[in-house]
């Protein structure tokens, strides 16, 4: 019989409730057929509650995959589900989603689902960072999408070349991600472009912890309407970094994300480490940033290991005309260590906020960043913010320009 639920405390910050093992009920096998075997697994965890792939199997799915309305559903994933290169097939069927133009592969959705086994999603990405460099429209899927998703576990599984983000949330609650591997790698000269590691909107209560992210855009990212979400134990490599934002983008839409935790994170060969950004400009949207800690960054060759961008996309002067309306405040930045790539010379933090005290009680302890020698001494920026914490005097005085 089902043991429904168990309750995990994720980081102690807040209790998920997460799938328990089946110890009953219907328990099925699917294995290759050789032909698609897409069909085949989605019916087997319709009907059955739990389904084993096999540690020697590799499925071959070649017809995307819905497994929404799930209710108590464990998958054993020991072996690999593949999905194919057929472009033409993926371009036409991948499940659209309107945030952000998006197409998925696979959509996983529904209540108490356990996935784990320490096999591994491949994404077939290549024949997508290939076509990508001289389509930019091309339209790619996500590897896996959880849509409308309560209570779920995914842990320790390899996610591989995802032709674009590796995992989407939307619209999910109470979801943990542990022990995941991601590697979106191109082994040609066209770069795995836009594989981040995880995009989550319009959920709450979201762990993602003790995992290794070999990517080409933010290792996770937290869109509009993020809240209650942790994001710890994390070795970034090749990366855009934790990221809030990009939010307030859209005309007459209010983006929120409130209580983020990022804490023991590795950030290495990125573009960002630690990083805010909300668009200002005429016709953006509005927002709020709120309760956000960062700690225990260490970092290697990042273009800006610790940055807050209140402007993205304007210029100061047009910044100054048409401000962010996305308030950021109570947010923490401490314990950063590391050596930026020199990209920015000599700056290693930067702040800028947007005008008229849109920035609030920003915190900052125990920052330890470093250019490269060659760069010579750190040197911090900022603009229009009140900074506290030990090592506000680092960024010197900038709440009056
Ligand atoms: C790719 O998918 C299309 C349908 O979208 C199909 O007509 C074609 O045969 C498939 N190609 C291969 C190699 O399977
Ligand atoms: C580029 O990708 C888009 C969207 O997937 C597709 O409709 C279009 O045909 C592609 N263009 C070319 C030149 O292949
Ligand atoms: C993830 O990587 C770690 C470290 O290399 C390894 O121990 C673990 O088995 C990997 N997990 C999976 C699911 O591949
Ligand atoms: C990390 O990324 C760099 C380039 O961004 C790459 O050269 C290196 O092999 C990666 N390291 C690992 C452990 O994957
Ligand atoms: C975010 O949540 C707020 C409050 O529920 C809502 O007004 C807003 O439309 C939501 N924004 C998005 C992008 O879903
Ligand atoms: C801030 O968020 C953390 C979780 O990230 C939570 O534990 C804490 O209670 C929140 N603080 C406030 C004042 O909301
Ligand atoms: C943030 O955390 C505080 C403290 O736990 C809680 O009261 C508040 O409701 C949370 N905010 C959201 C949007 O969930
Ligand atoms: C700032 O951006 C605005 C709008 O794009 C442009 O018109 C203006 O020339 C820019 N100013 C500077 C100093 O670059
Ligand atoms: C400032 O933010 C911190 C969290 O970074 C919070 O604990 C504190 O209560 C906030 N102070 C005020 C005055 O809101
Ligand atoms: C900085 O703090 C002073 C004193 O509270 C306040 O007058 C000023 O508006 C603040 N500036 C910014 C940019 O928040």
Known sequence: MHIPFLTALVGGLFSARTAAQNTGGVSCTVTASGGDDGPTFVDAVQRCDSVTIPRETTLSIATR??????????????????????????????????????????????????INGGGTIDGSGQVWYD??????????????????????????????????????????KNVVYDGINISAVSTSNNLAKNTDGWDIYRSDSIAIINSNINNGDDCVSLKPNSTNIIASDLYCNGSHGISVGSLGQYAGVYDIVENFTSTNVQMYNAQNGARIKAFAGPGVGGGIVKNISFSFFTEGNVDNPLIVD??????????????????????????????????????V?????????????????????????????????????????????????????
């Open 65 to 114: 995959m819905d497994m929404t309305g799930l209710k108590n559903k464990n998958i054993d994933l020991l072996g690999t589900v593949k999905f194919t290169s057929n472009m033409t097939y993926w371009m036409n069927n991948g499940f659209p989603f309107e945030f952000q133009d998006q197409i998925t592969f696979w959509i996983v959705g529904g209540e108490n689902i356990l």
């Open 131 to 172: 076509a990508f460099a001289t389509n930019s429209t091309l339209l790619r899927p996500i590897l896996l999408t959880l849509y409308q998703a309560t209570d779920v576990v995914v842990k320790n599984i390899a996610m591989i070349n995802s032709p674009e983000w590796t995992n989407f949330v939307n619209e999910g």
């Open 310 to 347: 209140q402007c993205y996309m304007t210029n100061a002067t047009e910044c100054t005309a048409y401000p962010s309306n996305v308030y950021i405040q109570d947010v923490t930045f401490a314990n950063f260590k590391g050596t930026s790539s020199g990209k920015k010379n000599s700056v």
């Open 349 to 401: 933090a930067s702040l800028a906020c947007s005008p008229d005290s849109r920035c609030n009680n920003i915190t900052v302890n125990d920052i330890f960043l470093e250019p490269p020698s060659a760069d010579g001494k750190a040197t911090y920026s900022c603009q229009n913010v009140n900074i506290t914490g030990n090592a506000a005097n680092l960024f010197g005085d900038c709440a009056t320009t």
